[in-house]
C-alpha cells in the first residue's frame, strides 16, 4: 500500500504508521499542541483513517522557519497539508519529487472537524441531525473553553513548569475548572455514557481527553470524590480502542502537584519528549 503522507510530530513519539485514506501532515508541538493533535488522531481513527506521527518536527523551531511561514504564515500548529492524488489514489509530485498540496488548514478544531468529514463515520462523530449537531459542537466548546483553558496555567506553573508561579492566577483557574467539572457532573449523573446521542461522538474525543489529561495533571485524588461520574464517564471513554490507542490508559495524581522553587529552571518548550 501506497505511504500517501506524513505527520510531523515530537521525534520520541512511538506511533509513526502509514497514512490509508489521503495525504496529509500535522505538525504539532508544545502542550496544547499535542493535545490538538492527539484528539485529531483519535477522531481519524474512529472514521477509518489511521494519521501517524513521523519524527524530526522541532516545536518552536521548526515552525518558525521562513519555509514553514510562507505555508503558513502565523507559525501556529497543529497544521494540516492534503496532498493531490491521481486517478489510482497515488501521490502527484511536482518536479523536484515533493508531494503537490491541493489543501491545507490550521487550527485543532478545524483539523479535527474536517478529518471526521473524511472518515467513514462522519454522521455519527459530527451528529445525524442539526440539533445534534448543535450540541455536540457546545460540548467540544466547552472542553476548549471552560476545561483546557482554565486548566493549562496551574499545570504549566506546577506539574509542567514552564512559567512562574503565580497565586492568584493559579487560584482563579482552579476554581473555574471545578466550577466546569460541576456542570459536567450534573450531565453525566443521568448515567449517559455518551454526552450527545448513544454512541461517541467528537464531544466526547474532546471532553474526555480534558479528562484524561486533567486528572494526570491537576485534578487529585481528593477532588476526583466529588466528580464521580465525570470518572464513570472518563474510565469509559478511556477504555474505547481508538481513544486508548492514542492517549494510552488514565493515570491519576494522588495529590495536587506541588509548587516548584521560585529558583528552578523553567522546561524548554522547544524541547522534543
Known amino acids: 500500500m501506497v505511504e500517501f503522507g506524513q505527520i510531523y510530530a515530537f521525534s520520541g513519539n512511538p506511533r ?3 497514512v490509508s485514506d489521503y495525504s496529509i501532515n ?6 496544547s499542541a499535542k493535545h490538538w493533535f492527539s484528539q485529531a488522531q483519535v477522531i481519524a481513527a474512529l472514521g ?7 519524527p524530526g518536527f522541532i516545536p518552536l523551531h521548526t515552525n518558525r522557519t521562513e519555509e514553514f511561514k510562507q505555508k503558513f504564515p502565523m507559525g501556529k500548529i497543529p497544521t494540516l497539508e492534503v496532498f493531490a492524488k491521481d486517478a489510482e489514489g ?3 509530485k511536482d518536479k523536484d519529487g515533493n508531494n503537490v498540496v491541493e489543501f491545507s488548514l490550521v487550527e485543532g478544531l478545524a483539523l479535527a472537524t474536517y478529518l471526521a468529514t473524511k472518515g467513514n463515520k462522519a454522521s455519527q462523530l459530527l451528529g445525524t441531525t442539526d440539533e445534534a449537531s448543535a450540541k455536540i459542537m457546545e460540548w467540544v466548546s466547552f472542553a476548549e473553553t471552560e476545561l483546557t483553558i482554565p486548566s493549562s496555567d496551574p ?3 506546577t506539574a509542567r513548569p514552564l512559567q512562574r508561579y503565580n497565586e492568584k492566577l493559579y487560584q482563579n483557574k482552579c476554581k473555574a475548572m471545578a466550577q466546569a467539572l460541576y456542570r459536567l457532573e450534573l450531565e453525566l449523573k443521568k448515567g ?3 454526552l450527545v446521542g448513544e454512541k461517541i461522538t467528537i464531544a466526547d474525543v474532546f471532553v474526555g481527553s480534558c479528562l484524561h489529561f486533567g486528572v494526570a495533571m491537576l485534578v487529585d485524588a481528593e477532588w476526583r470524590k466529588q466528580i464521580p461520574h465525570c470518572m464513570r464517564y472518563l474510565q469509559g471513554i478511556s477504555e474505547i480502542t481508538e481513544f486508548k490507542k492514542t492517549f494510552g490508559d488514565v493515570t491519576m495524581v494522588q495529590e495536587r502537584p506541588v509548587v516548584p522553587p521560585p529558583d528552578q529552571p523553567l522546561l524548554d518548550p522547544s524541547a522534543n519528549e
Open 155 to 157: 499545570i504549566t506553573m
Open 26 to 31: 500535522i505538525l504539532a508541538s508544545s502542550i
Open 16 to 18: 509513526g504508521a502509514r
Open 90 to 92: 497515488n501521490p502527484i
Open 48 to 54: 477509518g483513517l489511521d494519521v501517524p506521527f513521523t
Open 192 to 194: 449517559n455514557q455518551f
